[in-house]
């Protein structure tokens, strides 16, 4: 567990378990829901709603090695409450020869927003990382979502020139439909 102090706010930082798994699942789904970059692309995401985000906690739990839930937890006059979760995938980059995180879903309720909360989130999470010998974090952001970009590029993410792009081989008849023969 990782832990920042900030004025009279307290940020501890941890992997998803199963006591955590509902934390998770409260933060996530805020965004899943309500975020309307998010939204603005989700059929194209394959979006599974609740039950998809349920699924893939699961699947995070019983498949570690794939990647992981980082959660920040917020303490305020003693209270203690999710503030901010974000989905990691372990990858291999043959760039840089090494183990990189792929970032994902990456939220803070909106109640702990413009607090520091996502910044010593993704800074804890940097520090897990680097500790476990992970040379880089990818991740992507709607074009669109300004106050993202500023975010990220003051933590020092930068700019690929790329555009993320996905291609849905799941098992539904809209997926079905574009596969090869």
């Not at 985000?53 to 090695?65: G, K, M, S, V």
């Amino acid at each position: 567990m990782t832990r920042t102090a900030t004025a009279e706010l307290v940020i501890d930082c941890a992997s998803m378990n199963v006591t955590s798994r509902d934390d998770a699942r409260a933060v996530l789904r805020e965004f899943l829901v309500d975020d309307v970059h998010y939204r603005a692309n989700a059929a194209r995401y394959g979006d599974g709603g609740v039950e998809a985000l349920d699924r893939a906690l699961d699947l995070f739990l019983e498949r570690p090695e794939l990647g992981f839930v980082w959660l920040a937890f917020a303490q305020r006059d003693g209270q203690r409450e999710p503030a901010g979760a974000c989905v990691v995938c372990h990858a291999i980059s043959t760039a840089r020869g090494s183990l990189v995180a792929k970032l994902d879903d990456v939220s803070i309720a909106m109640r702990w927003q413009r607090m520091g909360v996502g910044a010593a989130m993704l800074r804890a999470l940097a520090l897990h990382l680097r500790q476990r010998g992970f040379t880089r974090i990818d991740s992507s952001c709607h074009r669109d979502n300004v106050d993202a970009w500023r975010f990220y590029e003051r933590l020092g993410f930068r700019s690929l020139d790329e555009d993320r792009i996905a291609w849905l081989i799941g098992g539904d008849r809209a997926c079905n439909a574009s596969l090869p023969l």
